[in-house]
């Protein structure tokens, strides 16, 4: 993988970057489910969740949102070189636009929005993150993230 300076991140704004397809299968869900405590059928009840508008089980939205890390490791994003960590530091903007149905394929897409210097060796990248669904015009959600990475 390639690495580049964070001057050169910070030069990259507007770049996108999409991930390959990843299945978000029943079992990826159920443990999602147990992790977190929402065991709502709509997720972990094929049959009763047969007979919503959903037509089967869906994925949580946080998972949905949290498949981003996961996501944004399969990119082509070049590495920032002297990076001692990155941290989450929240969201701006998240909207569940479209719930993603269980054996549904996702892929992430991410706009760098902004890069900046907040203090020496502390930097704010804003992404914005689309998670779109195999087969359907419209994603299951749009969210705009604020990471915190330090060089």
């Not at 001692?84 to 929005?113: A, C, D, E, H």
Request: negative net charge.
């Amino acid at each position: 993988m390639d690495t580049i300076s964070v001057q050169e991140m910070a030069a990259s704004i507007g770049t996108e970057r999409v991930s390959e397809w990843v299945e978000v299968t029943q079992k990826m869900i159920d443990t999602f489910a147990e992790a977190t405590g929402d065991h709502q059928f709509i997720h972990v009840d094929p049959v009763r969740a047969a007979q919503t508008p959903f037509g089967g089980t869906i994925a949580h939205g946080f998972l949905s949102l949290s498949l981003m890390p996961m996501l944004s490791a399969k990119t082509d994003t070049p590495k920032i070189e002297g990076v001692k960590m990155g941290v989450n530091y929240g969201g701006n903007k998240t909207r569940f636009i479209q719930p993603v149905r269980s054996g549904s394929k996702v892929r992430g897409r991410f706009k760098l929005l902004s890069f900046t210097e907040r203090k020496p060796g502390a930097w704010e990248q804003v992404n914005e993150y689309t998670l779109e669904i195999e087969g359907s015009d419209k994603p299951a959600l749009i969210a705009e993230w604020v990471s915190l990475i330090y060089v």
